[in-house]
């Protein structure tokens, strides 16, 4: 039996009253386990195996240059006075804002019953992991002495004696990347467990079998299971919710709470938030788009969903551009002398070209979405998805760089140049991004099947409802 | 999911769309009455305690009719932006209250005519010897002058007003349109400009909120200050149109068509932005309150003193603390009674923070006044008035124009969509 709406049919396009379906084609329950399970159950296509390899490759030169880093010390990196916070920490606040789309997604899109998350939720929940993961190694190997990191645990160290310091919204990172991490890990883990039951369930092969049996916690679909499954759901949703909210903002405050110029301002909480969205959701569309027809998955993950998340993409980028503008207008209006020489430094000093990138990165190029053209066709989404990505680094790198490098003190200025194991630990942490989700892909269920089966279940609900209706009229 | 009930949209000539009698009566004593308190609480600001006082009792009033109807406004917005499809029978009550905007510009006149009536009289700024006594670089005085002016002040404020009179007149006059005719392209365009619409509102209330409250204290600044307001005003319209919508239903409209999955909806928005306000204000205060630079904590300062130290604590404990665990349970978001009570309760807190946010610099110790005692018992009376008056004006407003449209977009395409969902 089919549910869904003919093949073929621009489910962009949305008459009002009447929902555009979110599945498309001749789809049936069936074919959804079938187009989501051949993904891991076929075996590997040639550009599969090509991107791994490359991603891997990546992957040691990260692992080669921490074991250099670690070897050598810190002064490998470009890290200089004044600008004792460079690319490490630019690269942790890039890969924690990449971390947010996924929880979004799963959490607040949830509790605002947005349907069109089924399909893309699972994939964006495992890269808001992977980039967590990315970013925690900067961090990690930034304290100089990585071994003693867990110091940062707030324990009364016997070495020490002393307590870390809870004044310090460095330690209360420690804190909320840790928990967000936690708990994304755990409601991606449990949206998972019906799905992994299915890989049990189809396994040919007993090692499969095993694997996915214990990952999927015997679970046997009774209405019992279900019941908890969806209570326990909602309940992480509601946990999550402030969480894509928190995190970002206590990376924010490692800045405002200072009282450097540039860093120092009230708008850093809502402004990081809504950049740490845009960029989350520009590098789900970067690695969906591709990776949609790559897996056959164009059904499931349709056109509204990609318009969607441009449109996402184009409110989380506008409001970016408004705290520019607000800031840029309090530096001037607040007639504070260091204010504006931060700002104007930022736009005219030796960083203008890092600046004027991030602000056609991140303010010009999403507003090409306004165009349905640009929303809907995948080549051009890719391009200016990756133009976010680019752009909101260099948000990063412009607050960081620009700021310490013009300090309260003229004969201290210094300008921060990048070593070639800044670079290779920045293209690094994309090797280790890459290899995790190409894992992913390859042998967990990439969409999550159950929720999608229940989106189809209610378009053909509401299409009889609409059914129903006009007959009703007629009569 | 439960089973649905058969859905049944009345025809649009029904009773149920129309404003309730009971109510309409009220528009017109509501008007005069609101006016003539309106008036006196001005009048006895003005003469019995001071200019300033009065002056600024009355902007404490206008502030806050003003957020309440701006977040309206950005409701409607919304729902058009993001499709929405449960909203639709509570739309119209957000419509209506946007309107507001309207009167809202002409009770604006009297802010902008302190301006031209004296020196300082509510804006400090306003005066050459603030400037004079200010100990500030001329260059600075030069440019803060430049951009607090007497003529640009009034030229923005026409920009503003303009830009969201046109808004709220188009989505409002669409949307009454569409109930006479059914046209669904009208939703199509609404849809369309909303986007738009949105960018032109979050850009002028941002300056706006340092216009008309943030420069009340001249050399301060916060770039959080537009955001501080929009989650005032986001927070508080949602608490209207809940409250709007119950006091509609208890007197016989819309019976069947708000169920109690729009106050639970309503109720989880509350709570949410409950928390969202708290969030705002708290990352205001606690980054100025850290950074400790003179410039940035003498606002706080100023409300840390007295009087205003124990209105920054009702804030902490009765604006977000009492709300945000009262408004947590499932059980109390769906009784329509409870939404109503606490949307009606945040709608006085709102007050609060409104006040604390302007009162305070008619009162402030920085400049040689005593400090905040609220202008004694008649400056009470006198603030009170001033809002209760102000609020009964536009509700008696809202009623007149409720009676000449429905009071739900009720040929809305989605409208049997918003009936029909469900939470749980």
Redesign the interface.
């Known amino acids: 039996m089919s549910l869904a709406i003919p093949n073929g049919l621009d489910n962009t396009v949305e008459k009002p009253g009447q929902r555009a379906p979110l599945v498309l084609g001749d789809t049936t329950y069936h074919d959804i386990t079938e187009t989501v399970c051949q993904v891991a159950e076929r075996p590997p296509s040639k550009s599969w195996v090509a991107g791994f390899l490359v991603a891997f490759a990546l992957l040691q030169m990260l692992g080669l240059t921490i074991a250099y880093l670690l070897y050598t010390g810190v002064g490998v990196w470009g890290n200089r006075s004044p600008i004792f916070w460079g690319w490490p920490i630019v690269n942790f606040v890039f890969w924690v804002g990449i971390g947010h789309a996924g929880t979004l997604i799963s959490a607040i899109l949830f509790l605002f019953r947005q349907e069109w998350r089924t399909s893309i939720n699972r994939a964006a929940e495992a890269m808001t992991i992977f980039a967590v993961a990315c970013a925690g190694t900067f961090p990690g190997i930034h304290v100089g002495r990585a071994w003693l990191a867990f110091w940062l645990a707030p324990y009364p160290s016997l070495n020490l004696w002393m307590w870390p310091q809870f004044r310090s919204p460095l330690l209360w990172d420690v804190f909320a990347v840790s928990t967000y991490g936690t708990v994304s890990l755990l409601f991606w883990y449990m949206g998972m467990v019906p799905d992994l039951a299915t890989f049990r369930d189809r396994s040919t092969n007993k090692w499969r079998r095993m694997a996915y049996g214990l990952l999927s916690l015997g679970w046997s679909g009774s209405s019992r299971h279900w019941m908890r499954y969806e209570k326990a759901y909602a309940l992480l949703a509601a946990f999550a919710a402030p969480l894509v909210l928190s995190v970002h903002t206590i990376v924010s405050f490692d800045f405002a709470v200072s009282q450097v110029p540039g860093w120092h301002t009230t708008i850093f909480p809502p402004y990081f938030v809504a950049g740490a969205i845009f960029s989350g959701f520009a590098m789900v569309l970067t690695l969906m788009v591709p990776a949609r027809s790559m897996l056959g998955l164009e059904k499931l993950i349709t056109i509204r969903h990609m318009d969607n998340m441009c449109k996402i993409i184009l409110a989380t980028g506008s409001i970016v551009g408004l705290a520019y503008g607000t800031e840029f207008f309090i530096a001037w209006y607040g007639q504070v002398g260091e204010e504006q020489f931060a700002f104007t430094n930022r736009a005219f000093g030796p960083y203008w070209w890092a600046y004027w990138t991030m602000v056609t990165c991140n303010v010009i190029s999403p507003q090409l979405f306004w165009f349905k053209k640009f929303r809907t066709t995948p080549w051009i989404i890719v391009v200016i998805t990756i133009f976010v990505n680019i752009g909101m680094w260099f948000e990063r790198f412009v607050i960081v760089c620009t700021s310490l490098s013009r300090d309260y003190l003229p004969s201290a200025w210094a300008y921060f140049s990048p070593t070639w194991v800044d670079w290779a630990m920045l293209i690094g942490s994309f090797g280790l991004f890459f290899t995790l989700f190409l894992l992913f892909c390859r042998l967990m269920p990439v969409i999550n099947m159950s929720e999608t089966k229940s989106t189809l279940a209610k378009q053909y609900h509401m299409a009889h409802l609409d059914d129903d209706h006009a007959a009703a009229t007629e009569h | 999911m439960s089973e ?1 009930a058969p ?1 049944v949209v009345k025809p649009a000539d029904h009773e149920a769309f129309k404003l309730p009698a009971s109510l309409s009566a009220l528009g017109l004593p509501l008007c005069i009455g609101g006016a003539i308190a309106l008036f006196v609480g001005l009048g006895l600001g003005y003469s019995s305690v001071s200019a300033k006082f009065g002056m600024s009792a009355y902007l404490t009033a206008f502030m806050y009719c003003f957020t309440i109807v701006m977040g309206s406004l950005f409701f409607v917005l919304i729902q058009h932006l993001s ?1 929405a ?2 909203s639709v029978v509570v739309r119209r009550v957000a419509e209506l209250m946007m309107m507001m905007i309207v009167p809202l510009a002409v009770l604006f006149l009297p802010i902008l005519a302190t301006l031209f009536t004296g020196e300082g009289v509510l804006y400090r700024w306003d005066s050459s010897t603030f400037w004079a006594d200010a100990h500030i670089a001329d260059e ?1 005085v030069a ?2 002058t430049g ?1 607090l002016s007497q003529g640009f002040f009034a030229i923005r404020a026409v920009f503003y007003f303009a830009v969201w009179c046109f808004l709220a007149y188009y989505f409002f006059k669409k949307s009454t349109d569409q109930d006479e005719t059914g046209e ?1 392209a009208a ?2 365009q609404m ?1 369309w400009w909303s ?1 738009p619409a ?2 032109a509102f ?2 002028t209330l ?1 300056f706006a909120a ?1 216009d008309w409250v943030m420069s009340l204290s001249p ?1 301060w ?7 501080y307001i929009f989650a005032g005003s986001i927070l508080s319209a949602h608490c209207a149109i809940a409250a709007g919508t119950y006091l509609l239903q208890s007197k016989g409209a819309l019976k069947d068509e708000v169920t109690v999955e729009h106050y639970h909806d309503l109720g ?1 928005l509350i709570f949410g932005f409950v ?1 969202f306000w708290t ?2 204000s708290f ?2 205060f ?3 309150w ?4 003179p ?1 940035e904590t003498e606002w706080f300062f100023v409300r840390q003193q007295e009087t205003w130290v124990t209105v920054a604590f009702v804030l902490i404990g009765l604006h977000w603390l009492l709300p945000f665990l009262g408004t947590m349970s499932i059980h109390v978001r769906r009784k329509p009674f409870l939404v109503f009570c606490w949307a009606c309760y945040i709608l006085v807190m709102h007050y609060f923070d409104v006040y604390w946010m302007i009162m305070p610099e008619a009162y402030s110790g920085i400049h040689g006044d005593a400090y905040a005692t609220a202008g004694g018992a008649i400056g009470v009376v006198s603030s009170l008035l001033c809002v209760v008056g102000m609020a009964a004006l536009l509700v008696g407003v809202i009623l007149k124009l409720a009676t000449q449209t429905k009071v739900a977009a009720i040929r ?3 409208f ?2 918003s009936m ?1 969902f469900e939470n749980i």
């Open positions: 649905h859905v499709r499809g449960w600075v440019n803060k951009y669904k939703t199509d849809q986007g949105v960018m979050s850009g941002s340092f050399m600044f916060s770039t959080m200050f537009g955001v989880k928390f969030y705002i990352s205001q606690m980054l100025i850290y950074g400790n630079i410039e809305d395409p989605r049997r969509e029909a």
